[in-house]
């Protein structure tokens, strides 16, 4: 949750609040009821169940425990629509969220509204403690804008007919690809973590000094054209490439390529939210998991760099750059711009790094139930930094970690290589 | 498929066409978009997947097949909706039929429309063969009229909500129930099988003779306040009543007592299409496996009918008679009518037989893709006879053979008792 | 359970009870005490546990029931080798008996020995009742010394170093393969089921009138040759020949050959309890499941035989005939004798018929726990006939059923194809 | 793989190498070729195949590549005992390793008796590179003797009948049981991992400074008595003192108390190589997961250590100490002596740490097939430290890393509490 001492004055917040709900309804314009019902995996969520359960939030830990004489907009509904806060009872077990034909699309979208104005007219009388979790509760919406991104584009992909949400938007002739080069980085003691200047997740505190060792970073992201390297060389049937796993995961699955990747026989594809495209070499890779990452850095003689190194790194680099969510579309990876230094650090594609997430020197989940939006997932994940084309801008920022399983790759996640120097 | 010498007259094929095509809408009715597109469990489909699959029936056995110049609605098509048929080529796994949110309802309707349309228009130049196929498809399109129903029920009672799909017809006050008696039978050859006189499935036939030992049957079924008397006695807990493997179903599953019953504690509650109600004594019970009806009726010092008792018992009763679905519903089984002899022969429920889904001495399934039909099914399943309220009044007869798994209860099974003499 | 008037003369009895008892340990006799301690799959038991359960079969149902002042071996092995019996309380779950390093092979000896010198003892003052039980006792062990034999194949078959549990016994020149005929049998009334001469199981009985329809049989069994013949034309690849189970069954499980074969390439290898020999052609096709036997007849323009068709045409033949167990010793089908008629009925391999394991018309279990012997297995299996290379000589008769699964073929089985005339 | 410079003189190896390899055949002593067969669940590996698998490998990376003429004792085996080496080629799948009743016991024991003389043979001959292999062979060994005895207790409490492989020895009266202090740690830079004196696995490596945080340790581990208060006040049922995952592991095997504890209903119990015996309250909790040491400490407002922050506290006590393994014997912790300052580093059970298994800072793996010994492993996996009862002495050191995964609970684990300061 917030680490922040004031919270946002109330008329920045009263705008954020309806540009970052306006978004979500943008996101879920191009579909149907049936397709924000469709639960593809259970790793993904309907697209109606994003937009109710962000409802949900603020509905339960703002209208109900800090406006008095709110009245739920339904009782039934908080079973539906908690997704995995012990504390706040018992839930629709989570493969069973596909199955909510009803409510609809529209019962949902009035909840929003009914949501929407109960907290704008209740905003100004709000305490400071409730204005921290409107403030938490647009970050987890902003979080769940991406989620509804992948599990979108999960559900297309599961159709054979392979709709696409939006229409292709005309992209330029791809640059020439830019040649990769590494940035140094000398080693020594750098602060870590969230430093209190605006809003931050529990799990990014607290601040605290890390040690680093010398090492260089890849100016850009992997491309698809060098992954396409690593498939040729056989990189998805060498053993000593891979962790043990790993290597069981490639063989119990199947796995030739990232997801979303096909061939036509001769050449490859890629599916998207704009439908199934010829794979562009010089775009970054994408939906591929920690174990190809970590496969894939060994191929090429190097690591994945450690979640501080990434954080040393960006620290003094703009988290609004690059290529973020700036409106509802089909998002996706560009190439590295021309230039010098790090690119491409903000935005395209999350970044696999090879720390698992665990807690910082004397982290404290939150009292209540927020305490469980983080801290109980620290174990078994791994952390990805930068956030992506899928990530609203304005969400992320240098200290920001998500987190994922080695073997998910449904996110938009790529990587950045790293050697020892 | 059909076993009939002259096809029906083409006026007569006309209307029932339009009757049939006409009731599948008619069911579909009460549902959005998003019920429709719904797979709540592997072995149910989607109510838009059967509207589609039994369109795509007449448009491939027939229109392609059998109508010089017919364009396919959609080529991509065939894929998605094709059930089960070989050799009609790859389909979509059966498990996956719950990702179709695209084509929409609308378009499923627009599909039967065209359907209809052009097989209407040739209708009158159909040679006889493909009149037999229109026949094949319109009982076809009954059974999943059905098993639309059965899916719907399970879709419903998958959602916490408990929606109903309609309201509830006021019912009169339950008759009260008549007590049971037996109907004796004496042994001997008998016909068993379809005679040749109006249209008939493969598996119904050849006719040939059976032999019948001296039995009874229960004049009526067996009843839900009989069932609560099995599950007070600890039916549900004796492992002596049941069949092995039907034991070891009860105790992985939890069995305790018929599908979509529950108790709130003091009472039991039924749920059905028209909502969660009281569950009503005299009613027959429903939604049994097979597992479940054999362990009643050794509980009940009886046993089930053969198939061939069955049938001999029903040969001169009228198949149009009965508690059967006239109209789009909440098709719920009624209480034995007052009277002597054997009463709810047709309707109400399934009446599971003790006889496993074989074929007749001298079975051979047609030629073709329809030869897939019922012939390899004819393993590890067990037959059912009678019809039920959910099936469509016209659709079953004396020889008719229904055939499930012994563990599933999602369709409308019940029993009937039998005994030898 | 028995259904015989008499008990059989306790002298006779004597006899045969050391007679029986003596093969179980020459069966095992090859074994180590870890080669009697693996199961190789939960179908299967480790030998140790077959010869203590048939010990505990003796011991719990005679002499703890029957001898008074008898007392137990050992209290605590009556939960670890009851088989499926719930009136005779809880036990070892099936799928960890191969957890049972003690008691050792040499304790589980002397168990026998001493359940053998008590009965034995016991024998000429017991209750006619109780010789009964001696007497399904018996039947009993036989019927384990073929699950021995089955069992310490798969476990051998489970050792990549394929050891053999017994040197090869020298064979013959394999005959010339006598030509196919096919015997003809009228249709009518047939009495079936167990006469009351002897023993027979509970599921044997009552005898009872069964009406037959014209038919051929053919005069031998399917050979190694001949399905050779149906895997080289695509057997195994036409979903078109295969019931809807089988096809899933075949896919899921990547089936190619029968058990036990394999190819270096070029020929073909089958694993026996002699090791590992090349296949010969003559030989009937053993080790199939009925979902092969049901494909390959289909693919033969044929059917599998009723169990009422094979009974009949066995009635009037020599039981005691044939290529049946006379001792331990790696059992082994053998190629048809020259001649004319049916030939093979009895011995070499168990032959599939087309129909379902159920009761008879009017059939009874025992009273007590042996009532758990047949009845509530009457599910889901398939009827196979007339005993194999590893039944004991004088186990098997013609109104003798055998049950397995359909997917089971760990059993020595084959098929012999009929047709409707 | 070692980290060492100069190879252990050959004298000393010559003896170690004897007495590492006598105390395998001591703790298999007590088995019979069938005890050593069993494999009760994939985790864990036949008695068995420990012997063969450690003898396999000085076969394979000593004699067969650095003794000129050495012929391998049978072809066949290495297929049967490489345990995950990729680079040497396929071999049984792990689940199936307990299908191998032959080879014998005696068999193995031959094979080891070969490999031995055939390696002391050798040892004056051998360079320094197998000489470096030879000691990376003994503890590699040791590390299979621990898993022995892990092994041999989940295969005897597999077995109902709660075998003892070992009679009691006799304990003392417990001791009062100490109270529990805190030592308290300051922060700074220090250096971990190995640092090249004497032998080291290479996930030891490379040496590198770390930085610590203020912090505390407590000063023994937690103990029966402790965890006993835990189940108490529900620590099974409190979701909010658990990891997500963690969570769902409870749920899903219904754990309730630590492995191989049972209740009589009034007293709880715990079984041991030495049978089942009353649990004695004072001995530090043993057998349980990552999952359950995470929420005891979180229980106990508490964490778990890290494993540098253990390594540094552990640094300057000696690793001989403690109760670690002797002789082969029920391996079983003591409870902690009287003292002051930090007891129970070494030996009694492996400490959980809060840190995953990762790559040191410049991690090499080693080049060749034991370059798979630990590198690929660095996933999804907690470190322990400290050794335990089962260890044998001499095996264990400050910077030694034990991993295994979070769920995992057949070794002989528990922990210590920490705190930030």
Chains 1, 2, 3, 4 share one sequence.
Not at 65 to 90: C, I, K, M, T
Not at 193 to 217: Q, Y
Request: hydrophobic fraction near 40%; aromatic fraction near 12%.
């Amino acid at each position: 949750m917030a680490t922040q001492a004031r919270p946002v004055p109330e008329g920045i917040l009263h705008d954020r609040f309806q540009a970052v709900r306006a978004l979500s309804r943008a996101i879920a314009a191009p579909l149907s009821d049936a397709d924000a019902t469709i639960q593809p995996m259970p790793d993904a969520s309907p697209a109606k169940w994003h937009l109710a359960h962000t409802s949900w939030f603020f509905e339960t830990f703002i209208l109900r425990d800090h406006v008095p004489g709110y009245r739920l907009f339904d009782q039934a509904w908080a079973y539906l629509f908690n997704s995995y806060y012990e504390g706040e009872g018992d839930r629709i077990a989570r493969a069973k969220r596909g199955m909510l034909s009803r409510p609809s699309l529209a019962e949902v979208q009035n909840y929003r509204g009914h949501v929407d104005a109960a907290l704008l007219d209740a905003l100004s009388g709000l305490p400071a403690e409730a204005l921290n979790l409107v403030e938490l509760g647009l970050h987890h919406e902003q979080q769940h804008q991406e989620l509804m991104l992948m599990d979108m584009l999960a559900t297309f992909a599961s159709n054979p007919l392979l709709p696409s949400a939006w229409l292709r938007r005309e992209d330029d002739a791809p640059p020439a690809l830019p040649a990769l080069s590494g940035v140094r980085a000398h080693g020594g003691i750098f602060e870590i973590g969230h430093d209190g200047r605006g809003f931050g997740f529990d799990c990014e505190s607290p601040r605290h000094p890390a040690l680093i060792h010398p090492h260089e970073l890849a100016d850009r992201l992997v491309t698809n054209g060098e992954w396409l390297r690593f498939v040729g060389e056989n990189g998805y049937r060498r053993p000593d490439l891979w962790l043990s796993d790993g290597w069981q995961w490639v063989k119990e699955n199947g796995i030739e390529a990232p997801l979303y990747w096909q061939s036509d026989g001769e050449d490859w594809l890629r599916f998207g939210l704009d439908g199934l495209k010829p794979l562009r070499l010089a775009e970054p890779v994408c939906h591929i998991s920690y174990y190809e990452a970590d496969a894939f850095a060994r191929w090429a003689g190097a690591r994945l760099p450690t979640e501080e190194e990434w954080e040393v790194a960006a620290a003094g680099l703009d988290p609004m750059g690059g290529n973020q969510l700036d409106e509802a579309g089909p998002a996706h990876p560009h190439p590295a711009p021309n230039g010098t230094g790090l690119r491409q650090i903000f935005g395209d594609v999350w970044e696999w790094t090879a720390s698992s997430f665990s807690p910082y020197p004397g982290f404290r989940p939150e009292a209540g139930a927020v305490g469980e939006y983080n801290g109980k997932f620290m174990c078994n994940q791994f952390v990805l930094r930068g956030g992506s084309c899928a990530t609203p801008r304005g969400h992320v920022r240098a200290s920001y970690r998500n987190f994922f399983y080695p073997h998910q790759r449904w996110q938009f996640s790529g990587l950045r290589l790293a050697r020892d120097l």
